[in-house]
Every structure is written in C-alpha cells, then in structure tokens.
C-alpha cells in the first residue's frame, strides 16, 4: 500500500501545469487539494465528479482564494482543472456512451461538458487512498511543498 502511495504522489508532482505567457497556473493542484478536502469532510461519498458538483466548487474557489487573493472567479477558472487534469495518468473523464473526447489543447465549454460527459474520476487505487486519513495528509502536505511553498 506504501508503495502504491508513492507512486500516486509522484504522480500528481509531476502535473503539468497551465503556463499562459510565462504566469503559471496552480489550478490543478489547487483542484486536487479540494478533491482531497471535500473527501476528507465527506462531500464526496463516490468516485465521482460532477462540473456543477457545489461542494467541489466551492472548496476550489476557497483554496483559489487563499493562493491568489482574488474574490473574482467564474466557472471556467473551476472548469480548466476539472478537464485539464485528464492530461494525469490517474484522473480520467468519462464520457456518454459513442461519444470522443475533445482535444486537450482548448477547453470545452460548461454547457458541450454537461451535455457530453458523464462525470470525472481518479483511479480506484487513489480513491481508496484516499480515504485514509494519513494517507490524504501524506499526499496532501506534498502538494503543498511542491506547488504552493515559495
């Protein structure tokens, strides 16, 4: 199980992030931090995301916030790392049956992603992870040393 642990870690310090003429975004790991958060008050019971998923939206918005000082946000600020982060090994998009994916080079609008997908997941591995507690801390104090200490 440890060795499972530090693999996943490994993976997710290893996220490609955002760069939009040379400011990088810490959207991914910020998404992921909520992810983590929200399972830990238990605001997600299933490995299952939805985009208009409040809890999530609001846990993202709050750790946005706290790295970025900013109170305006909008959907697509919580859109790009809910697609995005299915560029990562361990998160994946499921979409409605006969139907393929976009690009990963653009964004997709809120209104093409609730009409074409299912839903978001991490592996099933991740997910068991992450209900440990230890676990959760583990991943998530390495997120914050990798992305978010100066």
């Known amino acids: 199980m ?11 310090l290893s996220l490609t ?10 959207s991914k790991p910020l998404y992921l931090l909520s992810l983590i958060e929200c399972v830990k008050y238990g605001k997600l019971c299933c490995n299952k995301f939805s985009l208009d998923d409040v809890y999530l939206q609001q846990m993202f918005f709050s750790q946005y916030e ?8 909008c959907l697509s600020t919580f859109l790009k790392p809910f697609y995005h982060l299915a560029s990562s ?13 976009p690009s990963m080079s653009s964004s997709p609008s809120a209104k093409y992603l ?8 991490l592996d099933d591995e991740l997910w ?3 209900q440990d507690a230890e676990n959760r801390d583990y991943i998530k104090q390495n997120i914050i040393s990798r992305y978010l200490t100066k």
Not at 89 to 101: A, N, Q, V
Not at 114 to 121: G, P, S, T, V
């Open 2 to 12: 440890k060795a499972l642990l530090v693999t996943y870690t490994d993976m997710i």
């Open 89 to 101: 090994p361990f998160y994946h998009l499921i979409w409605k049956r006969d139907f393929e994916s």
């Open 17 to 26: 992030l955002g760069n939009y003429r040379g400011w990088i975004s810490l």
């Open 128 to 130: 068991e992870l992450l």
């Open 66 to 73: 706290k790295v970025y000082g900013e109170k305006k946000y």
């Open 114 to 121: 609730r009409e074409n997908l299912l839903y978001a997941k």
